[in-house]
């Protein structure tokens, strides 16, 4: 009879395998299930392929929580340079894309194969293809009935993962065992999504798809200054994705299309010097060609600058740096990459993982409440968090 597991880790993810091989290296038998063809496969589909793995300016005020506090704990104890270190060790290349955010230079499947490869030298074993029915407390331990049978384990951690991409086997799995244990789940939302526009924006935008510009957008008390792209349903690129953390259903954007300076001054002293000329010139040699043709189209006006009254000018200047547009919604689960919410933190050490009153049992990774910015952020929560209840098991 195969002796039972002293850990069974449910999901085979960025967390799941990084506290798996840390609790192997510590002598446990450690036993990972996923229901999942394949191990880590939101880590494959990540940074375009190439796996935004850390971020080496990483701090507690980079996540978003109900219990802000709860994060700082694992992320001092595994730092980014911990995890360079290991990358590292694997001769894996990589590449410092914005100031801080690393990337495999060849592709996201070092990663995995880096962590497969550490779970073996571990001694972890790893069931694909299984699914757990049901887990319950079993003497000091907790007992699962699974697709392949009944498993009775010391402690088990759940590490299945947030909602996002429900095709890549993202279920709400993690929530509900959290609920059946009496514990709370913080209201859950699609974050890091592209927006989708209202039909009359949608069709003003549609020629624009492609199009990226430098821009800093607003939302509550959100603000980044990162770049934005037109689609075919809306807007994306980073700026977007970064402020969708902050948006709820009904709120307007702010963007500003010239962050590097108000619109007003720069247009009166280029009226004062190159009167003759076109607004769609002078805002071509600032913006994307066809975003400068589209601007005055959608406004029905491209005037001589000499024809711009002082009022017309504040106009424009409130076009172009406080360019206010209401999302439809956002893109949601489908290509969302992160969930905001989970897990409520409150019940949970934030040094083992293990759930206050019931130690068999723990969380870690994206089901908790704790959510990254863009930027290889949720990563490092990830291994920081897989490594804390890992080094406690
Ligand atoms: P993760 O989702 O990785 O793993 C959960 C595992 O649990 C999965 O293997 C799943 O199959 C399994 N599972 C779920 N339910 C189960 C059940 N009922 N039974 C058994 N198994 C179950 N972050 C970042 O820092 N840098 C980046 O570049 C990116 N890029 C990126 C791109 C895209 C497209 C997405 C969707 C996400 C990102 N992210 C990212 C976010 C990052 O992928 C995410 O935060 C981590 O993968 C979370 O790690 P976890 O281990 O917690 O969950």
Same mark, same amino acid.
């Given at each position: 009879?195969?002796?039972?597991?002293?850990?069974?880790?449910?999901?085979?993810?960025?967390?799941?395998?990084?506290?798996?091989?840390?609790? &192997?290296?510590?002598?446990?038998?450690?036993?990972?299930?996923?229901?999942?063809?394949? *191990?880590?496969?939101?880590? /494959?589909?990540?940074?375009?392929?190439?796996?935004?793995?850390? %971020?080496?300016?990483?701090?507690?005020?980079?996540?978003?929580?109900? %219990?802000?506090?709860?994060?700082?704990?694992? /992320?001092?104890?595994?730092?980014?340079?911990?995890?360079?270190?290991?990358?590292?060790?694997?001769?894996?290349?990589?590449?410092?894309? +914005?100031?801080?955010?690393?990337?495999?230079?060849?592709?996201?499947?070092?990663?995995?194969?880096?962590?497969? +490869?550490?779970?073996?030298?571990?001694?972890?074993?790893?069931?694909?293809?299984?699914?757990?029915?049901?887990?319950?407390? =079993?003497?000091? &331990?907790?007992?699962?009935?699974?697709?392949? &049978?009944? @498993?009775?384990?010391?402690?088990?951690?759940?590490?299945?993962?947030?909602?996002?991409?429900?095709?890549?086997?993202?279920?709400?799995?993690?929530?509900?065992?959290?609920? !059946?244990?009496? /514990?709370?789940?913080?209201?859950?939302?699609?974050? #890091?999504?592209?927006?989708?526009?209202?039909?009359?924006?949608?069709?003003?935008?549609?020629?624009?798809?492609?199009?990226?510009?430098?821009?800093?957008?607003?939302?509550?008390?959100?603000? =980044?200054?990162?770049?934005?792209?037109?689609?075919?349903?809306?807007?994306?690129?980073?700026?977007?994705?970064?402020?969708?953390?902050?948006?709820?259903?009904?709120?307007?954007?702010?963007?500003?299309?010239?962050?590097?300076?108000?619109?007003?001054?720069?247009?009166?002293?280029?009226?004062?010097?190159?009167?003759?000329?076109?607004?769609?010139?002078?805002?071509?040699?600032?913006?994307?060609?066809?975003?400068? !043709?589209?601007?005055?189209?959608?406004?029905?006006?491209?005037?001589? #600058?000499?024809? /711009?009254? %002082?009022?017309?000018?504040?106009?424009? !200047?409130?076009?172009?740096?406080?360019?206010?547009?209401?999302? *439809?919604?956002?893109?949601?689960?489908? $290509?969302?990459?992160? $969930?905001?919410?989970?897990?409520?933190?409150? *019940?949970?050490?934030?040094?083992?993982?293990?759930?206050?009153?019931?130690?068999?049992?723990?969380? @870690? &990774?994206?089901?908790?409440?704790?959510?990254?910015?863009?930027?290889?952020? %949720?990563?490092?929560?990830?291994?920081?968090?897989?490594?804390?209840?890992?080094?406690?098991?």
């Amino acid at each position: 009879m195969t002796p039972q597991p002293d850990v069974v880790v449910i999901g085979a993810g960025a967390a799941g395998l990084m506290c798996a091989l840390t609790a &192997g290296y510590a002598g446990r038998r450690v036993l990972v299930l996923d229901h999942a063809n394949k *191990a880590g496969k939101k880590i /494959l589909m990540s940074g375009g392929g190439r796996c935004n793995f850390t %971020n080496l300016s990483t701090t507690p005020a980079n996540f978003f929580s109900a %219990n802000p506090a709860f994060c700082i704990s694992a /992320l001092k104890r595994y730092r980014p340079e911990h995890f360079v270190e290991l990358v590292e060790r694997h001769a894996i290349e990589f590449v410092e894309k +914005t100031p801080g955010q690393l990337f495999c230079a060849e592709s996201a499947k070092d990663i995995v194969a880096m962590l497969l +490869t550490e779970c073996d030298w571990a001694g972890v074993e790893i069931r694909l293809k299984t699914s757990v029915e049901s887990l319950e407390r =079993y003497g000091e &331990g907790m007992c699962l009935h699974t697709s392949r &049978g009944r @498993i009775e384990a010391g402690a088990v951690v759940i590490a299945t993962g947030g909602l996002s991409i429900p095709t890549m086997g993202a279920t709400g799995f993690g929530y509900d065992i959290a609920r !059946q244990f009496g /514990l709370e789940v913080t209201e859950t939302r699609a974050a #890091l999504a592209p927006f989708t526009l209202t039909s009359s924006w949608k069709a003003r935008v549609a020629d624009l798809a492609g199009v990226a510009c430098d821009i800093a957008v607003s939302c509550r008390d959100g603000r =980044y200054r990162e770049p934005m792209l037109f689609t075919h349903r809306g807007l994306s690129g980073p700026g977007m994705l970064q402020i969708s953390s902050y948006w709820q259903p009904g709120d307007e954007l702010e963007i500003d299309l010239l962050p590097d300076g108000e619109a007003f001054d720069a247009l009166a002293a280029a009226r004062r010097e190159t009167p003759k000329r076109k607004l769609s010139t002078w805002l071509s040699e600032r913006l994307p060609k066809r975003l400068a !043709q589209s601007l005055g189209e959608w406004y029905g006006e491209d005037p001589l #600058l000499a024809e /711009l009254s %002082n009022a017309r000018l504040g106009e424009w !200047q409130a076009r172009l740096n406080q360019w206010r547009i209401k999302p *439809a919604g956002t893109e949601g689960w489908r $290509t969302a990459e992160v $969930t905001m919410g989970g897990v409520d933190t409150r *019940a949970i050490s934030s040094k083992t993982f293990e759930v206050h009153g019931l130690p068999p049992l723990r969380f @870690i &990774g994206e089901v908790l409440d704790v959510t990254g910015e863009l930027g290889g952020y %949720n990563f490092q929560w990830a291994w920081a968090s897989g490594v804390a209840c890992g080094q406690a098991l």
